[in-house]
């Protein structure tokens, strides 16, 4: 792959990784030292990423630089976990990469502010597995309790959100797809 190519990449990947924490353009540039104009034209490719601008950046969405310049694998399988607590939630990224099917480990500690729901819409859809605990699922106008074992599939659409049924933890899988890919489950 070219340089210019890769470097068109890194545009791209630190839009989506500063939309998926949910942080503007002014957040970051205070967070980062990076102005907003700055932010904005490397986002949209109008400006070429140097370390000095990338650094920073993949210090703030806490990811390797590697994924911000879409740098190849190195041959070990091994994905290097690192915790993100999000809406009273750990969150455990399985899978690799900011783009395709995402896979997370999920936990809801006892005792989590996360009570009252309050449902969202994003595009995608979203395949859930209950491991351990009760998974209380809003889903548009349904109100349903997952057990350990069960899974749930929607298109991300549709209101949803998630917490726990009862005091006890909750720990479950989730699958994502951002263009709404479908997650099939095979007997």
Known sequence: MAND???????PRLRALRQKREVTLAELASETGISVS???RLESGGRRPTLELLLPLAQAHGVPLDDLVGAPATGDPRI???????????ILPLSRGASGMQVFKNVLAAGSDRSV??????EGHEWMYV???????????RDLVLAPGEAAEFDTQTPHWFGRADSNAVEF?????????RMHVRA
């Not at 491991?131 to 106008?141: A, D, E, H, N, P």
């Open 5 to 11: 190519e890769i470097l068109a990449g890194v545009g």
């Open 38 to 40: 700055t932010l904005s």
């Open 80 to 90: 290097h976990i690192k915790p993100v607590r999000h809406h009273g939630m750990t």
């Open 117 to 122: 729901p309050d449902p969202r819409t994003h």
């Open 131 to 141: 491991i351990r605990g009760r998974l209380r699922l809003v889903l548009g106008s």
């Open 173 to 181: 899988l989730s699958l994502f797809g951002r263009q709404g890919e």
